[in-house]
């Protein structure tokens, strides 16, 4: 099996088709060199084919011998050697996987360097300084990235060589510090690791192959795996490609752009660079970087060429395109491309702008497919409440949307913050991969260093996160930062806004995000799309939840959850007198109480959905729930007693209490021995929907039965329905009657479920619970985690469906039921309701409808878009 390909190699399909065999990097790589003819230095990509074999069995003889070959074939192209005393040729080593997953997996530069070929390289460009800075910059990499040292011991001293030297920046470091510092880290090396520092070109390259092969599985790169969705078991590609220098001297540099603003879609080049400085200096933050427009007075003619690639990068990609490049003495070289992340609101101008350029051309089927549910989740966050503010300080806003909370300044006090309940903003000096897992449980974070494009920025506009980068005027001082003469501790409230760049001392009140102009259009055209193919609906359980969720477009509720409405601090005791009764008259009374309230609630909901259809769910989780805890009743009798009512509410609730509750008496089990409660509600529900028809309204009333696992079972209480609906004297009502599919039994003899129902709705919560055997309450902790941690599970089932088990019951479930009834109308009202991967599943399977939280019902019209076009 071929494991490495060069750049140039001709493949049969085009390079940037093949990211599953070369990663993205080495894709566009392939792609920028062997299609676009761009001066991209040479190199070759070790697939990921190899990554997985190595993670499986290691480093084969196979991979070696073919890494071999690719190297002398480098090394012709070239014309140098790696690691060659006299003229060496060095090399970058950077992980490529299929998904971009920005700084969570390891780079290594300058490697080929050591003690001779440092001499080589001082000779070869007369410039010792540069040389000893290169060899300084790698042994820090590689001894951090490889062999694992710490590199908070290189920083340490480098700064301290700075202060020596008085330099105020990297580059002013003199070249006999900078040799001092190669022998100090070596040192450092040697004391952490008990091994001199490798000199061997071939055991550096290896070495730093295998720690980027191994970095896949890194907690980072697992943490980012996990938020993002992307399977475990893809690997990563390698990309070993030729140095070029943006630190030889001042008339060399190094930059990252985008084609467009990647906040808010505008067009033009957008970006940061520096100058005599390599690139990881402008990702990592580490140096305040000049606007990529500075670049024009610096370097015009390198500006004019670059230019001129960007018009060329989105033509032939069709989209916005991040990018980095190096400048080596006045010579653009292009190091990488991809398609660029982007905010939501920048995703949505750029979708509806790329349908109006000729060059571009986009479809709107196409321009749909460039639209994420993070990128709908983006333009609803929330915006400071008011403008007049006594600004603390003021950075580059990098990721929008206003966040409030506590300051903490690393990420394990962020985690522990948040595991206390607390809101946190992530205060650093610049943000590492090693940050990730706190900048995940952040509400915003703030950096005093770094640009647009720096490491915090890049993820926090992935994650949807508000972010403010480069706020230079606020100094970090142990667990304090100070700004304007402000002291602020951890612990203490402020507020960003990551649009302005607004530091705002204390808890600013916020008001949610107006979406963008094209949000609207492009989810009319994914409406036009859907029209009489799938409908989404909200689940919804009050009048003011309907008329939000007709607001996000719902046309229909797909879930109306009774018990909420019993919960209600007015309806509580009435619900406790109804299982307290000792007669029927007595329960006959609440129950009589309850539908008065019951109606009322009914009316509102079926008043915001007028003419849509709106499926009412009877009572389904057991009684207990409505009863007080058992154990607080019992320390309270022991403690000082209880009162003659609470006597009775205890002995309710051990009477009622079940070991397996979500398995007892809930659903249509609890019709069965309490039948008055199931016919007391439908009658609320056709009051209710009478009175909207006397005011002019169209209510379309759906009455859902839950848990029925046999035809006998929803015969009976169809039968109840009905009845109640004969009593109310409202025959003329649009009324249909169906049940929830929420077992494996249930979906496997939908057959004979159909014999008695108009509908079917799959709670696939339940029935991802019950295919598994999860319990949904205590799995999604360490256990899930773990399980997808160790490959055992592709995704957690509860937020993404699980094709293979609970999707093939739906299948089964739809296929059976229509069988039967082929009119069966079918909808699914599970949080897999508004999940796009799920609703895929879905739409495939011939689903009438899906039902999901009122704030996915945008993501949820998008989804069910997209499917339709991919089917």
């Not at 993205?24 to 074999?53: W, Y």
Request: aromatic content about 6%; overall charge negative; glycine content about 8%.
């Amino acid at each position: 099996m071929q494991l490495v390909f060069a750049f140039d190699f001709p493949h049969s399909a085009q390079p940037k088709d093949l990211k599953d065999l070369l990663g993205g990097k080495g894709a566009n790589l392939a792609e920028m060199t062997s299609v676009l003819d761009l001066p991209v230095p040479h190199g070759f990509t070790i697939s990921t084919d190899a990554c997985r074999q190595y993670l499986s069995d290691g480093w084969s003889d196979e991979l070696e011998s073919q890494v071999k070959v690719a190297l002398l074939a480098l090394e012709a192209k070239m014309g140098k050697t790696l690691g060659d005393p006299a003229d060496p040729l060095l090399v970058s080593v950077r992980s490529g996987a299929k998904f971009s997953m920005p700084g969570m997996m390891d780079t290594v530069l300058n490697l080929g360097l050591n003690d001779l070929s440092v001499e080589g390289l001082a000779r070869q460009t007369n410039d010792h300084r540069f040389a000893y800075d290169s060899y300084r910059r790698f042994i820090h990499m590689y001894a951090r990235i490889v062999l694992g040292v710490s590199g908070e011991e290189f920083d340490r001293l480098f700064e301290a060589a700075k202060e020596l030297a008085t330099a105020r920046s990297d580059a002013a470091v003199p070249t006999e510090l900078l040799r001092y510092l190669i022998g100090s880290f070596k040192e450092l090396v040697l004391e952490h690791t008990g091994s001199p520092f490798p000199q061997d070109p071939a055991v550096q390259l290896q070495g730093a192959i295998e720690a980027v092969f191994k970095s896949w599985n890194g907690s980072r790169a697992i943490a980012y795996r996990q938020r993002e969705g992307i399977p475990s078991d893809l690997g990563t590609a390698v990309n070993v490609q030729a140095m070029v220098f943006g630190n030889r001297d001042d008339n060399s540099g190094t930059g990252v752009g985008f084609t467009r603003d990647p906040a808010n879609g505008a067009k033009g080049a957008y970006g940061d660079f520096l100058v005599n400085a390599q690139g990881e200096d402008v990702v990592a933050g580490v140096r305040n970087t000049e606007p990529l427009s500075a670049l024009k007075d610096r370097f015009p003619d390198v500006y004019a060429e670059l230019m001129e690639i960007f018009d060329r990068l989105e033509g032939h990609y069709r989209d916005m395109c991040d990018t980095e490049f190096t400048i080596e003495q006045g010579k653009l070289w292009m190091l990488q491309t991809r398609v660029g992340k982007r905010t939501g609101v920048a995703a949505f101008k750029m979708a509806v702008d790329m349908t109006k350029e000729p060059v571009i051309s986009l479809s709107k089927e196409e321009a749909l497919l460039r639209i994420t549910s993070d990128h709908i989740d983006q333009v609803l966050h929330p915006q400071f409440a008011t403008k007049n503010l006594e600004v603390l300080a003021k950075g580059l806003g990098a990721s929008p949307g206003a966040a409030v909370g506590k300051v903490y300044f690393s990420a394990d006090e962020a985690v522990e913050a948040t595991k206390r309940g607390e809101k946190v903003i992530l205060v650093r000096k610049e943000t590492s991969p090693e940050d990730v897992h706190g900048m995940l449980v952040a509400e915003g974070i703030l950096t005093t260093r770094g640009g647009l494009v720096s490491h915090a920025a890049v993820v926090a506009r992935g994650w949807g996160k508000p972010a403010v980068v480069g706020a230079d005027s606020i100094k970090i001082v142990d667990r304090t930062f100070v700004a304007s003469g402000v002291t602020v501790i951890e612990g203490d409230e402020i507020s960003i806004e990551g649009s302005t760049g607004e530091v705002v001392l204390g808890a600013i009140e916020l008001t949610s995000a107006t979406p963008p102009a094209e949000f609207q259009t492009l989810l009319s055209w994914a409406d036009e799309l859907r029209k009489d193919r799938i409908k989404v609906r909200a689940n919804a359980d009050t009048g003011a939840d309907a008329a939000l969720a007709r607001s996000f477009g719902a046309e229909g509720i797909g879930l109306c959850r009774t018990e909420h409405m019993f919960l209600a601090e007015d309806r509580l005791p009435i619900v406790r007198r109804m299982i307290l009764a000792e007669d029927g008259e007595e329960e006959a009374s609440a129950l009589e109480e309850l539908r008065v309230a019951q109606r009322d609630d009914f009316v509102a909901i079926l008043r915001a959905m007028d003419g849509q259809p709106v499926t009412v769910r009877l009572l389904d989780p057991p009684l207990h729930e409505f009863l007080p805890d058992t154990e607080v009743l019992a320390v309270k009798e022991a403690a000082e007693g209880l009162t003659e009512e609470e006597s009775k509410l205890f002995q309710a609730a051990k009477a009622w209490k079940e070991v397996n509750p979500m398995l007892g008496t809930r659903g249509v089990r609890l019709g069965v021995i309490k039948p008055g409660l199931y016919s007391m509600q439908v009658r609320a529900l056709m009051e209710a929907a009478a009175k909207c028809v006397k005011e002019g309204r169209k209510p379309i009333v759906e009455i859902m039965i839950p848990l029925t696992v046999t035809k006998e079972e929803l015969f009976l209480a169809r039968r109840w329905v009905t009845d109640a609906i004969a009593e109310v004297g409202a025959s003329g009502l649009d009324v249909s009657i169906g049940t929830m599919i929420e077992t494996p039994r249930a979906a496997l003899r939908a057959d004979e479920l159909a014999e008695a129902a108009d509908f079917f709705s799959f709670g696939t919560n339940d029935l991802t619970q019950m295919t598994f055997g999860f319990s949904r309450d205590d799995v999604e902790g360490k256990m899930m985690a773990r399980y997808i941690d160790e490959g055992l599970l592709p995704s957690n089932p509860f937020k993404t469906i699980d094709q293979a088990g609970v999707g093939e019951l739906v299948r089964i479930g739809v296929e059976r039921g229509r069988k039967t009834k082929p009119d069966l109308k079918i909808g699914v009202c599970g949080e897999h309701g508004g999940d796009p991967a799920s609703i895929d599943l879905f739409v495939k399977a011939g689903l009438d409808y899906v039902s999901c939280s009122t704030f996915r019902v945008p993501i949820a019209r998008l989804a069910a878009a997209q499917a339709l076009i991919t089917l």
